[in-house]
């Protein structure tokens, strides 16, 4: 293979991975709708300036984009941006260069971003990151004509740098200039942009400070302890202190949202605490039941294995029985049994153990099948399940469920696999080491290792601060850091801290409600949780999986 196939199959190769990457964060449509905008602006920017070679505003947007909204958005604007500038310019094998280029841009914007807590920039600061920003840029587009010449070594590419001198410096004095001139004032918009997409918290002043600040505002009708937040009518709201999960002696000073009342008591979260009623969800599940027992993704919707188990362990976790949930003489038991026959693959088969758990029923012989051996069926020489830590999480939950102990060797040694899968974050992804850490994963990982008995306090503790670290503002957890929080991964974070040993109604960021009272505030008038804010897909899976989490429950659910 030439050098020039080698390393343009390196570039797409690179890009397809970061685009899988991006796609597999499930980005809100608030967040697409916002990259195709500033995509669209970045490649405008780039084509209005085509009669002056080298001097265009597009490192300076990408690499703000990548600075107000994280890394994903930065890597997706810089590359989309690229590639659509390139309509009106012109194609070519330098396409993918100049995608990888301006992504890697908008990614430094993000890390720059996460290590200076997004706060907008001075303008001489501003301009200087812009200009090595595409200095960075110049290098990289510089080894892309490096490897379409004749000789490839160090030497050769010093040549190429050096006869692109003009043009490189001709790029970095310009996009020192956009910084100069029009980057403060982007900035300022985007990383307000973000903040107006985020809830932040602040406490309640106190009866006596509510009177003085009435007194000195001469509102003197307002009467201390009315507005809108008033006790047993106010939004779902929690007791709040700063980020310490391990200090559970610092909950407990009343917070509400910066646009409440003053002096209005706010209460704590139903779940995790003595009698709490999860009633209103439980409702829900049970009126969307279908007549053969089973449930699907929402009311009237059909069923399948994936729906109905996550349901029984819900029931289960809030001390229902499911056999006592019927339609038409059917359970859910009825159901799962009905569907054995589909199941196709090892995650199905996981789950339906759970399921068949909480049950009551044996996963040695359940319709017909011993759903324990095909599991164990699965397990690698070295200790994975089909290599995924997912998989493999899910496996130690099936076979605790069953009756092993955490010395079975099968449950060790996928602990231990699973252990040496952590990447540098802390974190844990879907796959093996190097995989995207994601909330959801990381979770399942704690969960299952605290489960095979695994008492590496490093391990743990590393994992433990990546969900404390992914916490947004408004008290919830994104599937990934930085992304839009939802229901699914906030549950999955909830279980792997009360795993770890530690209180999640004590896990906070710079005064947000809990990753409970989050989910509690996503509950719909129907009784369903919401996915997120903005979406509410699958509302019974998503309300079943919530409800483990607010009954303080992890895995395996037991009977």
């Known amino acids: 293979m030439s050098w020039q196939l080698a390393s343009l199959a390196i570039v797409m190769g690179s890009l397809a991975g970061c685009f899988w990457w ?80 301006w992504a890697l841009v908008g990614v430094a914007g993000a890390l720059l971003g996460r290590l200076l807590g997004r706060r907008p920039l001075g303008r001489w600061t501003l301009a200087l990151m812009c200009a090595l920003a595409a200095e960075a840029f110049n290098l990289l587009i510089d080894l892309y004509s490096w490897s379409v010449g004749g000789a490839h070594t160090l030497s050769a590419y ?14 970095v004095i310009a996009s020192f200039l956009f910084g100069l001139t029009f980057g403060p004032a982007l900035m300022r918009m985007l990383v307000r942009a973000r903040a107006r997409l985020e809830i932040t ?15 000195g505002l001469g509102l003197g009708s307002l009467a201390v302890g009315s507005g809108t937040a008033r006790a047993g009518t106010s939004a779902r709201t929690s007791t709040t202190s700063r980020i310490d999960v391990a200090a559970l002696s610092n909950a ?25 009623s999860l009633s209103r969800e439980l409702s829900f599940l049970t009126s969307a039941q279908s007549s053969d027992g089973g449930f699907g993704a929402g009311r009237g919707q059909s069923t399948s294995e994936l729906y109905s188990a996550w349901v029984a362990m819900g029931l289960a976790a809030s001390g229902r029985n499911p056999l006592s949930v019927r339609r038409n003489g059917h359970t859910v038991l009825d159901a799962l049994r009905g569907e054995a026959s589909s199941l196709q693959g090892l995650g199905d088969t996981e789950r339906t153990i759970l399921a068949a758990r909480v049950c009551g029923a044996s996963a040695y012989s359940f319709a017909g099948r011993d759903l324990v051996a095909q599991v164990l069926r699965a397990r690698g020489s070295d200790g994975a399940f089909d290599r995924l830590v997912n998989l493999t999480a ?12 955490p010395g079975f060797a099968a449950i060790r040694e996928a602990a231990g696999w699973i252990e040496r899968q952590q990447n540098g974050d802390g974190g844990f992804g879907f796959g093996g080491r190097g995989s995207p850490s994601d909330v959801d994963d990381t979770g399942a990982a704690l969960q299952a290792l605290v489960d095979a008995g695994a008492r590496n306090a490093r391990v743990l503790g590393a994992a433990t601060g990546y969900l404390v670290r992914s916490q947004n503002l408004d008290g919830g957890l994104p599937q990934q850091y930085g992304r839009e929080s939802n229901a699914q991964s906030t549950a999955w974070a909830i279980q792997g801290l009360i795993a770890a040993g530690r209180n999640p109604n004590t896990a906070r960021r710079r005064g947000s409600r809990s990753p409970i009272g989050y989910l509690e505030s996503l509950l719909a008038p129907d009784g369903s949780i919401r996915y997120s804010r903005t979406g509410a897909q699958t509302p019974v899976w998503v309300t079943a999986q919530a409800l483990i989490a607010l009954a303080g429950k992890t895995f395996p659910v037991g009977p």
């Open 394 to 405: 899910f496996a130690i939950f099936a076979l605790r469920a069953v009756g092993h102990s």
């Open 22 to 101: 991006y796609e597999r964060s499930h980005p809100s449509s608030k967040e697409v709708a916002l990259v195709a905008t500033m995509a669209a602006l970045s490649a405008l920017g780039r084509d209005a300036f085509a009669a002056l070679p080298d001097v265009k505003p597009t490192t300076t947007m990408v690499l703000i984009c990548g600075y107000a909204f994280g890394v994903g958005p930065g890597f997706a604007v810089g590359a989309v941006g690229a590639l659509a500038s390139n309509i009106f310019l012109g194609q070519g094998s330098w396409t993918p260069w100049q995608m990888v280029a």
């Open 201 to 215: 918290w602040e406490p309640v002043l106190g009866p006596s400070l509510a009177i003085v600040v009435a007194v």
């Open 158 to 171: 010093g040549a190429w740098v050096a006869s692109a001198f003009s043009f490189d410096m001709t790029h």
């Open 252 to 276: 407990g000073q009343a917070r509400a949202p910066i646009a409440g009342a003053l002096g209005a008591p706010v209460r704590a979260p139903r779940a995790l605490a003595a009698g709490a």
